[in-house]
Structures are given as C-alpha cells and as structure tokens.
C-alpha cells in the first residue's frame, strides 16, 4: 500500500482537516467485505455532526430481481453486479454541490436498493463514500479514485473480518452453515479483489 497507516484518532484528525475550509469533499472508505467500512463511515460521520453524509456504494446493488434474470444472484456482491456507471454519475453530482442530491440505499431486509433513501444538501461539505471496489480500475469503476478527494483502505485482522461476516449474515436470515460458506466463497473470493486495489488508498486505517 502506497498510503500509510493511522489509527483512528488520526484518520478522524485528517477527515475534520478535508472539511476546514466548508468546500465540498468526498472521502472514500474501502475495503474487503466485513472490513468495518460502515462502522467507520458512521464513526466519521457522527464525529463531524451536521457536517458529513454517509452514501454507500452498496445502494447500487442490481435489485435481486435482475440478478436472478442474469444469472448472477448466486455471487451478489461481485464487481459486475453493480451499476458502476450509475455510481459514478451520482459521484459527479455530488462533486457540484449545487442542489440536493439523493442517493439510493441497500435495504438487506429487502435484499434490494431504495432509491432517493439518503439526503445530501448543497451546504453539507463531506460526503463519506464507502464500498468495496471504491480503488478498483475494472467493471466500470476505474473513474471513483478519481473523483474522491481522499481515500481509506480499512484493514483490520482477517480472521476478525470473517467473523463479523458470518455473524452479520447469519442476523440477515442465512443459516449458520450458508453464512459461513458464503462468507469463506464469493465473499472471500471479492474480499482478494478488494486486497490487490489498497495500494491506490492514501490512507491504511486499522480498526
């Protein structure tokens, strides 16, 4: 990783120093499946108040309807079952600051995106964006490095990550046997995707 590590003190210093001057500015949080993105994001968010809106790439899930229809819903989660493109408009937009912006949020009870879920008003000057493949060069997202202001690769032990996976299918439904072996098969299988993008993060934050 070309970025260097910080803990989680310092990786909020730098956050509250990206939003000092009030211009508009947008974080990336990446990292494998599990990492803590979202627990991050939200950390990051309710330190900075009124300051930070968290928009999560996952609101660009293909619906479960079309996953099935592409034969693509026995590995949700991988690269191509998203709208890059999509994500990528909505990141422009959120770059202009110059209306309120909706973003689309994953509802895992629904197993699909909502559209216009979360709010993000033109005086708001961080958006905290995070998702998997934030640093991946293919399947469409090579433009989202680009557009981030800065980015996070959230790295903590792996055996931890996986455990927090597993627990956190297991509270969305799957079994315990189904949570694992997804969590050890696709989902191990995009979190090594995930692994070989962290060299583009300016910042390695371990939880």
Not at 135 to 141: E, Q, T
Not at 177 to 193: C, I, K, M, T, Y
């Amino acid at each position: 990783m070309s970025g260097t590590s910080a803990s989680l003190d310092e990786a909020l210093g730098r956050a509250r120093a990206l939003v000092a001057d009030g211009s508009r500015r947008l974080l990336g949080i990446a990292g494998a499946p599990g990492a803590g993105k979202s627990t991050l994001a939200a950390h990051v968010a309710d330190e900075l108040g009124g300051r930070a809106v968290v928009v999560p790439m996952d609101g660009f899930h293909l619906a479960q309807s079309e996953l099935e229809r592409i034969g693509r819903a026995d590995r949700k989660g991988a690269p191509d079952t998203f709208d890059a493109a999509g994500f990528v408009a909505l990141l422009r937009r959120l770059r202009v600051a110059d209306a309120t912006v909706y973003a689309p949020e994953y509802r895992r009870d629904l197993r699909n995106p909502v559209a216009g879920a979360i709010a993000v008003p033109p005086d708001v000057p961080l958006v905290v964006v995070e998702g998997n493949y934030l640093l991946l060069s293919s399947h469409g997202f090579g433009p989202v490095a680009d557009l981030l202001d800065e980015a996070w690769f959230v790295a903590p032990d792996d055996d931890l990550r996986l455990d927090r996976l597993v627990a956190r299918h297991v509270a969305f439904g799957k079994t315990a046997q189904a949570a694992h072996d997804w969590s050890h098969g696709p989902d191990e299988a995009n979190a090594r995707l995930v692994a070989a993008t962290a060299a583009r993060a300016d910042l390695r934050v371990v939880p």
